[in-house]
């Protein structure tokens, strides 16, 4: 009897430590970790908006000066888009949208754990973990539902135009202006970044999503990408920025010669670069 008991509670224990260590490894490739989802955003005029969680302020990144834009509700904010005057914040509790570049806030979508937004072209998409994907056509005044594949709802990040979104399961492709998706077979899952038409993955590969060919790897898993940068865990690739340093978020805004970067590090400060990567300058520190 004894050793009956002591081997159901081996196997407990056992059991305990995988669901653990699966946890564990869920959660690295997901929204979690303070310092490591940095909520950033590009900004009209070569600027780069911030969400600083510790100040609960929306920070407005311009010129290598940085300058309070407005107050945040307080909450664990996972994500940021910018559109005109419409901004949108993905947090732990809700979907937070803002109509006058950040003065006011509402809580649009309560009660849900939002991981990734979106907007371009007039459409908002707003992606809750494990639970689904919504979609706004009037300037994120009101939402609904789409239409996903069930269970591919784990969001790591949404994009629209071309509308595309990056799940632990692979990525999902939306013909109709985000109402309703379809899962890519051709691609692999674990996708974690998404830039025009290319989606990078936690293992470090770079895919075209229209042919689904791989243009590159990195010897990193990859957090963020942006016109001509790979944000990784071990530095920003091909420039070599921030080598071994783990960046987790980098946006671009501007055309041209005029094309402004803005890295997040993990738990670290804003940079910013106006040499496509060669130099970077300390911009903010959260």
């Known amino acids: 009897m004894f050793y009956s008991a002591f081997l159901r509670a081996v196997a407990i224990a056992v059991a305990v430590a995988l669901t653990f260590g699966a946890v564990l490894l869920r959660e690295r490739t997901s929204p979690s970790g303070e310092g490591f989802w940095t909520a950033i955003a590009p900004a009209p005029a070569g600027g780069a908006y911030l969400a600083d969680e510790q100040r609960r302020e929306l920070v407005l990144m311009r010129d290598g000066r940085a300058s309070a834009a407005g107050h945040l509700p307080q909450a664990i904010y996972r994500g940021l888009a ?6 949108l914040l993905a947090t732990e509790s809700g979907l937070y949208v803002s109509t006058d570049r ?16 979106a907007m371009a072209d007039g459409v908002g998409l707003a992606g809750a973990w494990a639970e689904g994907l919504w979609r706004s056509e ?52 674990r996708a974690t970044a998404l ?7 936690w293992r470090g590969d770079v895919y075209q999503v229209a042919d689904a060919s791989r243009l590159d790897r990195y010897r990193a898993g990859i957090w963020s990408m942006t016109f001509g940068m790979v944000a990784t865990t071990s530095g ?21 010669a005029l094309v402004v970067h803005y890295a997040a590090l993990a738990r670290g400060g804003i940079y910013r670069s106006v040499d496509r990567g060669l130099h970077w300058s300390l911009v903010y520190q959260p």
């Open 138 to 189: 009037d300037g994120g005044l009101t939402w609904q539902s789409a239409q996903v594949p069930r269970g591919d709802t784990e969001f790591e990040a949404v994009q629209a135009a071309p509308f595309l979104a990056a799940t632990l399961l692979g990525v999902l492709q939306s013909d109709d202006r985000g109402q309703t998706w379809r899962h890519l077979d051709n691609l692999p899952d």
């Open 102 to 117: 950040g003065q006011g806030w509402r809580n649009a979508i309560p009660g849900r754990r939002f991981t990734a937004v």
């Open 82 to 87: 910018a559109y005109g005057r419409t901004l």
């Open 195 to 201: 830039y025009g038409g290319y989606v990078g993955d």
């Open 236 to 256: 920003i690739y091909p420039v070599g920025a921030f080598r071994g340093r783990e960046v987790t978020r980098v946006v671009s805004t501007g055309e041209g």
